[in-house]
């Protein structure tokens, strides 16, 4: 009786069309993840907004007059930056973000966006009362808007 070496062809084969059946139900998962990572970077641009906006309010509530943070001019209302301010200061800069003023609404406010994920940070409207970021949420480049 001989004694068998080695795989058979059919074996062979089949371990090929086995890992090729894995690989097709494995990709569609691991397709997306451009868009995972942009709203990662979204969230932490938004995380150093809301950063940015309690170190120059705390700075604020220390002077209450005009200051410089990091080399930044800050431009106050009701003792938080303007729309205008906030990008430079949270160190969010172009190419990595698109920032879009927005001086229509009221209180004026700035989108910040990167690919399909965006946030909105709208001024302070009162005294006593911090500005609004917005939760991370879906950006339509055609509006432009954040919804």
């Known amino acids: 009786m001989v004694k068998q070496q080695g795989f058979t062809l059919i074996e062979l084969v089949m371990v090929i069309v086995i890992l090729g059946i894995l690989a097709a139900t494995a990709l569609p998962k691991f397709a997306d993840l451009s868009g995972n990572a942009e709203n990662a970077a979204v969230a ?50 172009s190419p990595d973000f698109t920032i879009q003023d927005d001086n229509t609404t009221t209180p004026p406010q700035v989108i910040i966006s990167r690919g399909a994920a965006c946030f909105i940070y709208a001024e302070s409207a009162a005294a006593n009362t911090a500005p609004i970021v917005s939760a991370v949420r879906t950006y339509n480049a055609t509006g432009p808007t954040c919804t």
């Not at 700075?59 to 003792?79: D, F, K, P, R, S």
């Open 44 to 93: 932490g641009a938004r995380g150093a907004v809301n950063s940015a906006m309690a170190i120059s309010h705390a700075q604020w509530l220390i002077n209450n007059t005009t200051a410089t943070i990091e080399g930044v001019a800050v431009t106050w209302v009701n003792g938080y930056p303007d729309h205008i301010t906030i990008d430079p200061l949270a160190g969010l800069s």
